[in-house]
């Protein structure tokens, strides 16, 4: 049975889902082609790069642990600083993130009502090439120029994997707690950890892991309920 404040939190995030739906979504927009859209890039991507590598040695295969390690620190102080709070310049990536996707999903209604919603977890396509262009290209040309091609190349295929896996997890936690992808194993661990971010008492403070929660153990704000 619903309370009264429950039954306004109900409202008041349809009501919310459906604003943005009006003035955000275009009509073309359909879910599944974004997830499809996603995936399909970043493998493209990714198999392009390790078709290009050319016998890597023992020194250059660190590439893979460190590369993992940044991205999940990437993820960590992007989450837990621009994401959360207003940085000149960086102001759409708040805009999407607080005042969208948290409104949109609430610890208590964490699930998507319809494909249609897939729009306010996934990065918009346009996006993804632009990041890969603007940080990815950059620190590969670099990597090759200070130690070699392969390094480069292992490092765009394990950023761009990263980026792959967060969207997917992400996604995931967004599906119903009843759907299949919710009971694959880790995974109902993994989406409790991002349901608690998503009480908006704690949004600020716990759990800026989306994947593996190793920056929030390293920083102290792992939350486990
Ligand atoms: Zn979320
Ligand atoms: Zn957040």
């Given at each position: 049975m619903n309370t009264p404040s429950d039954t306004a939190e109900i409202e008041r995030?349809?009501?919310?889902r459906g604003e943005f739906k009006a003035n955000e979504q275009p009509g073309w927009y359909n879910g599944y082609a974004?997830?499809?859209?996603?995936?399909?890039?970043s493998?493209?991507?990714i198999l392009v790069a390790i078709a290009a590598l050319d016998t890597v040695t023992a020194f250059e295969w660190f590439t893979v642990p460190l590369t993992f390690l940044y991205a999940n620190?990437?993820?960590y102080f992007g989450h837990r600083g621009p994401m959360h709070h207003k940085i000149r310049g960086?102001?759409?990536i708040h805009t999407r993130h607080s005042r969208q996707h948290h409104r949109y999903f609430t610890d208590e209604h964490m699930s998507y009502d319809s494909s249609a919603d897939f729009q306010a977890v996934l990065f918009p396509l346009i996006l993804i090439v632009f990041y890969l262009g603007l940080f990815a290209l950059p620190t590969a040309a670099l990597l090759a120029l200070i130690f070699s091609k392969n390094v480069a190349l292992l490092f765009i295929a394990v950023a761009v994997a990263?980026?792959?896996?967060?969207?997917?997890?992400?996604?995931?936690y967004h599906a119903g707690p009843d759907s299949w992808i919710a009971r694959l194993p880790l995974l109902g661990r993994l989406r409790r950890l991002h349901q608690t971010h998503h009480r908006p008492e704690l949004m600020t403070r716990y759990n800026f892991n989306i994947t593996y929660p190793i920056g929030d153990f390293f920083f102290g704000t792992l939350y486990r309920h």
């Open positions: 995030i349809a009501a919310f974004h997830l499809a859209g996603t995936t399909s890039i493998v493209i991507a620190l990437i993820e960086l102001g759409l990263y980026f792959l896996n967060y969207e997917l997890l992400h996604f995931a």
